[in-house]
C-alpha cells in the first residue's frame, strides 16, 4: 500500500530543505570573504616583508659599485706605481736613457741629430681670429 505524505510533514521538509540551502549559501559566502581576507593578509604580509629587505638590498648594491670603482681606482694605481717604478729603474741603470730624457726635456741636441715633436691637439693654441675694423 502506497501513502502519501501529508501535506504539512512535505511543506516542513521544503522548508527545511530551502533553510539548509540558504545556510549553505550563506556559509559559502562567509568561506568566500575569508579566503578573500586571508590573500590579502598573505599579500600584506608580503608588502611588509618586501617592504623590510628592499632598503638594504639597496644599499648593499651601491656598496658593491663604490667598492668597484674603488677597485678600478686600484688598479690605475698599481699600474701607475708599476711605470714609474720602472722610469726610476731605468734612469739608476740605463745611461742612455737618461741622457735622452735629459735632452727631452732640456730641449737640447746632439751635433747632426734633428728632433721631431708632435704635439697633440690640445696642446695647439687655435689660431686667432683677424678682426676687421
Excluded: C
Excluded at 556559509?27 to 590573500?39: D, S
Excluded at 618586501?50 to 639597496?58: E, G, R
Excluded at 736613457?97 to 696642446?123: H, Q, V, W
Amino acid at each position: 500500500m502506497v501513502t502519501k505524505p501529508s501535506t504539512a510533514l512535505h511543506s516542513a521538509k521544503v522548508e527545511h530543505g530551502y533553510a539548509d540551502f540558504r545556510a549553505r549559501r550563506e556559509a559559502t559566502v562567509w568561506q568566500r570573504l575569508n579566503r578573500i581576507l586571508l590573500v590579502l593578509l598573505i599579500i600584506a604580509i608580503w608588502l611588509v616583508i618586501v617592504s623590510l629587505f628592499v632598503p638594504p638590498y639597496k644599499k648593499l648594491m651601491q656598496s658593491r659599485t663604490e667598492i668597484d670603482n674603488l677597485q678600478q681606482q686600484v688598479n690605475d694605481q698599481h699600474t701607475l706605481l708599476a711605470r714609474q717604478t720602472r722610469e726610476v729603474s731605468l734612469l739608476r741603470t740605463d745611461v742612455s736613457y737618461l741622457e735622452t730624457i735629459a735632452r727631452d726635456r732640456l730641449d737640447l741636441m746632439k751635433e747632426g741629430e734633428a728632433i721631431f715633436r708632435l704635439e697633440t691637439a690640445r696642446a695647439k693654441a687655435k689660431p686667432a681670429a683677424p678682426t676687421r675694423k
